[in-house]
Structure formats: structure tokens, C-alpha cells
């Protein structure tokens, strides 16, 4: 259980309520996601939840993706119906259009997902969950690094998410995953290609042989895909290679490694 509530630094608007609970008695392992029925701004979310109706919610999208803070989340928010439910959820009214299937703007689903990601993120979550079924998420008891989609829609009768958003939970459980674990992953590390062979002190032509030539095959293959065998003897293959190599770096095109083309050799491999 986590006693380091934080609040979401996504937030643009905050107008604190006095309709909650007080602290939360069950740590935060739910989101649960809800449709205001119209399209409403952060400050107008705010005078609903400081009206004469005993609603509120931890958070509100409003109809610009601006992210309102209206109960904290430390505190249990008078949301979803379901004391149970909103003592461990995290509740967020987004703003929606007024009549069925109550669609949200994209920028309103878009903030919806950023808003999810940092909530999980910051509560220790690596996976948001959505079993599409009632029964199932109410009775599952998601492991330390879980969170799951709850539905007002659960609790009393209510469309609430609506269709709309409501078809979209599948969706936003798998972005906000994908968030989580491509944040949590690190960088790939840069690929170092290193030589294996000492760089010849000497020049090489045609008949040459040993390491020297390893090296000079070596960066033909790497700088220009020359594709020879790294067998130390500089043949027809490796003197046709230095040859183009030479000529697409307009430099004295005559098949005799010297200092120039070994200087091109390593500046093409990097
Ligand atoms: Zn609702």
C-alpha cells in the first residue's frame, strides 16, 4: 500500500472541493474513467462539484484537454456510486457530448491516455487492466504492479462512460501499457564496431599478406560492403574493392593503400 500519494503534474486547472471522503481506505489499484454529458470547460466542472449535488471527482478533463484537480488523490472522491469501488479508484469525469453515444473530443481521449500513464506511473503500475466484464474485475485482485478499468455503468444504471468511450476501454488500457513499458525500457546501447585487426603501419598493394590486409579487408567490408573474405591476402577481390573505394572517395585511384586511403578507411567506418 502506498502512503506517498502524489497528484498529477498534467494538471492546468485546480479548484478543490469539499465533496470527499477524506483519506482513501484502500490504496489506488483502479481508474475509473466517466462522461460528464456535455462539453465543459475546467471551471465549470468545478462549480458542478461545488453545487448543491454531493458529486465530485479526483480529476476532470474538460472539453480543451486541460486536466482539472479537484480531489486529491489521497483523498476518495464521491464519483461512481460505489463507496468500494472509489476508495480505491482514481475517478475522472471527460468532458463528452451531451446526448448518446456521449463522444469525447480527441484531444480530450488523448489527454485521457497521458492523464492514465502518469497515474499508474506514479502509483507503481506497469499495466492497466480492462476485462471487459463486471464480475471479473470486481473479483480480481490485481497484483502490487496492476491496475484496473472499473465502470460506473457497474454500479448503478447509468450509461456512464457511454458507448462511445465505453468501446474505447480495451483501447485505452492497451496504450497506456504500451506507455508504461516503452517508458520502463531502456535505451538500446549504441553498436561500437571495433576492428578487430591492428592498423598496418605500412603500404599495401596487390601480393600483400597478413594483418595488414585483415585490417585493410576488414574496413572495405564495413565502410563499403565489399563483402571479402578476412583472409590476409590482398587478391583481385580486395584490389577491385580498393579501387572503388578509392574512386567514390575521389581519391588517387591507383589500388596502393597508403596513408590517404587508410585515413578515408577510418573515417568512413567511424
Ligand atoms: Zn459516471
Not at 471522503?21 to 462549480?47: E, K, N
Not at 480480481?140 to 455503468?153: A, F, I, N, W
Request: net charge positive.
Amino acid at each position: 500500500m502506498s502512503n506517498n500519494y502524489t497528484n498529477s503534474s498534467l494538471v492546468g486547472y485546480t479548484r478543490l472541493v469539499s465533496k470527499h471522503s477524506g483519506q482513501r481506505t484502500h490504496c489506488i489499484d483502479r481508474i475509473t474513467p466517466h462522461c460528464v454529458v456535455g462539453q465543459v470547460t475546467a471551471a465549470r466542472l468545478g462549480d458542478i462539484f461545488s453545487g448543491t449535488r454531493d458529486v465530485s471527482s479526483n480529476y476532470g478533463i474538460a472539453l480543451d484537454g486541460t486536466v482539472g484537480l479537484y480531489v486529491e488523490e489521497k483523498n476518495r472522491s464521491w464519483c461512481s456510486s460505489s463507496n468500494a469501488n472509489d476508495q480505491r479508484a482514481i475517478t475522472i469525469e471527460c468532458a463528452s457530448d451531451p446526448k448518446p453515444p456521449y463522444a469525447f473530443k480527441p484531444v480530450v481521449y488523448d489527454t485521457l491516455v497521458k492523464l492514465c500513464t502518469d497515474i499508474c506511473k506514479r502509483n507503481g503500475k506497469k499495466k492497466l487492466l480492462w476485462f471487459g466484464d463486471k464480475a471479473k474485475s470486481l473479483n480480481y485482485k490485481p497484483k502490487s504492479d496492476e491496475m484496473v478499468l472499473t465502470v460506473h455503468r457497474w454500479f448503478c444504471n447509468k450509461s456512464c462512460p457511454g458507448d462511445w468511450m465505453y468501446a474505447r476501454m480495451g483501447d485505452l488500457a492497451q496504450k497506456v501499457t504500451a506507455a508504461l513499458n516503452a517508458d520502463s525500457s531502456p535505451a538500446p546501447a549504441p553498436v561500437i564496431v571495433k576492428c578487430p585487426y591492428a592498423e598496418p603501419r605500412f603500404c599495401m598493394m596487390y601480393g600483400s599478406t597478413g594483418g595488414g590486409v585483415k585490417w585493410l579487408q576488414w574496413h572495405l567490408n564495413q565502410a563499403a560492403k565489399a563483402g571479402l573474405k578476412i583472409d590476409g591476402i590482398f587478391g583481385p577481390l580486395t584490389r577491385a574493392a580498393v579501387l572503388r573505394f578509392q574512386k567514390n572517395k575521389k581519391i588517387a585511384v591507383d589500388g596502393i593503400v597508403g596513408p590517404q586511403t587508410r585515413a578515408a578507411l577510418k573515417k568512413a567506418v567511424g
